[in-house]
């Protein structure tokens, strides 16, 4: 089915670990972006890149990093992973006409 | 700046209820203008969209229309089911930057039978 996964699901790290986050879209979209999830805040952007090659900060943005690493791939890393880092994660592709499509998440504790 | 601001919630509701979700905006220019929805453990999904003044989008019996004049897209539904329970979003794209996104802070739904 075409979509944008990402993986894992879930996701526990102790304080100053890190990971990486992934993301790939099948529906040749040219933008790509992730997003984080809190209680009563909303999304907020913290990275996004308009197309393969290009990368830019959101929102939010401390503590993260990107990789476009072609243009069905965008990850997300966390270098040392902080407790004010737990989140539900999205990652979304866009096309201008029909807008965001969102994987599913990526729910990250941080203890 | 741009910004949406949406009704808080949780809105609670029973079953065939009319159901509006307020949401307004803060735009340079004529934005276009999204409701977007998230069921428990799962991402956003797209709505409905209107990409113009006076436009009316509408999907699964949900309406909402783009009035310029109150800078407000509300959503509503003439009948909620249990189904529809869920998060709302209202959202907007610059007309120039596609990429720049701006998100309402959600509605949550609850539908009672």
């Known amino acids: 089915n075409a979509g944008v996964t990402q993986t894992p699901k879930f996701q526990v790290l102790k304080t100053g670990q890190s990971m990486t986050l992934q993301c790939a879209q099948d529906m040749n979209h040219n933008s790509m972006y992730w997003y984080r999830q809190d209680p009563g805040m909303g999304l907020r952007l913290i990275y996004y890149s308009a197309s393969e090659g290009t990368t830019d900060k959101g929102e939010v943005p401390n503590g993260y990093n990107v990789s476009r690493l072609n243009k069905r791939e965008f990850s997300l890393r966390l270098e040392s992973a902080a407790p004010s880092q737990t989140s539900v994660y999205f990652c979304a592709s866009s096309d201008k006409n029909y807008g965001y499509t969102f994987g599913s998440g990526t729910r990250l504790t941080v203890v | ?113």
């Open chain 2, 1 to 113: 700046g741009n910004s949406v601001t949406q009704m808080e919630g949780p809105v609670t509701l029973s079953e065939e209820a009319f159901l509006t979700i307020n949401c307004t905006y803060t735009a340079t220019g004529y934005p276009s203008l999204f409701w977007y929805v998230q069921y428990p453990g799962e991402g956003l999904q797209l709505l409905l969209k209107a990409t113009k003044a006076d436009d009316k989008g509408s999907n699964k019996g949900f309406e909402a229309t783009y009035r310029k004049e109150t800078t407000s897209f509300h959503l509503e539904k003439g009948s909620v089911q249990v189904s529809d329970s869920a998060v709302y979003f209202c959202a907007l794209s610059e007309v120039y930057n596609f990429n720049k996104f701006y998100f309402g802070s959600g509605t949550k739904l609850n539908v009672k039978p």
